[in-house]
Structure formats: C-alpha cells, structure tokens
C-alpha cells in the first residue's frame, strides 16, 4: 500500500509540474491553483508513504515516476523535442525507479 501511495505521489508531481508551467509563474489563476492542489496532495501522499518506506528509495521512485511523467507529457501535448537520447533517458529513469522498488521491501 505504501508504494502505491508514491506512485500515486508521483503522478500528482507530474501534474503539479505540468501546472507550474500553465500557470505562467502565477499569473494564471486556475493553473496555480491545481498547481496547488496537486503538490498538496503529491506531498501528503508521500508523507503517508514514509511512514512505511525508507525515505531513500521512496524519494527516488516518487522524483522519478515526476520527471518522466513530466518529460512525456511535455513531448507528447507540449510540442517538446523528442529525441532518441530523451526517450532512451526515461526509460533508463523508469528501469531505475523499478529497481528500487524492488530493492526496498516495506517495513
């Protein structure tokens, strides 16, 4: 359960990511405000999480689940570069947080 919560944690990151952007360093209401909403529950989600897991492998797992979801995102509804080294990159990232995962059982 608690390595669902940062999976979860780090779908929200890439949601408060994405938001960061829209809202055009605050100028932009709605978009700051899911930008809040989204890194609230991102952080308490992970919170939650630590109370089970190794505060290590956890932080990993949820800054990476972030970072890619955030770097596909921005390629595929973003217009951003996508390039074989980009690609090759989150797919390194993502076998990374896998073995993590796998590496820290929960207490």
Same mark, same amino acid.
């Given at each position: ?7 979860? =944690?780090?779908?929200? !990151? +890439? ?9 055009? $360093?605050? %100028?932009?209401?709605?978009? %700051?405000?899911?930008?809040?909403? *989204? =890194?609230?529950?991102? *952080? $308490? ?12 492998? =956890?932080?990993?797992?949820? +800054?990476?689940?972030? =970072?890619? $979801? +955030?770097? @596909? ?6 217009? !951003?570069?996508?390039? +074989? ?12 947080? @896998? ?9």
């Amino acid at each position: 359960m608690a390595w669902l919560l940062v999976v979860v =944690a780090g779908l929200l !990151e +890439t949601g408060f990511a994405i938001c960061l952007k829209l809202s055009h $360093g605050f %100028t932009r209401l709605w978009p %700051t405000i899911a930008f809040a909403a *989204f =890194a609230m529950s991102s *952080f $308490g989600l992970l919170t939650l999480s630590l109370r089970k897991l190794d505060v290590g492998p =956890a932080y990993a797992v949820w +800054t990476g689940i972030g =970072a890619s $979801g +955030t770097a @596909i995102y921005g390629m595929i509804f973003l217009g !951003e570069v996508a390039s +074989t080294l980009k690609i090759v990159s989150i797919g390194l990232v993502i076998a990374g947080v @896998i073995g993590l995962q796998l590496s820290s059982p929960a207490h």
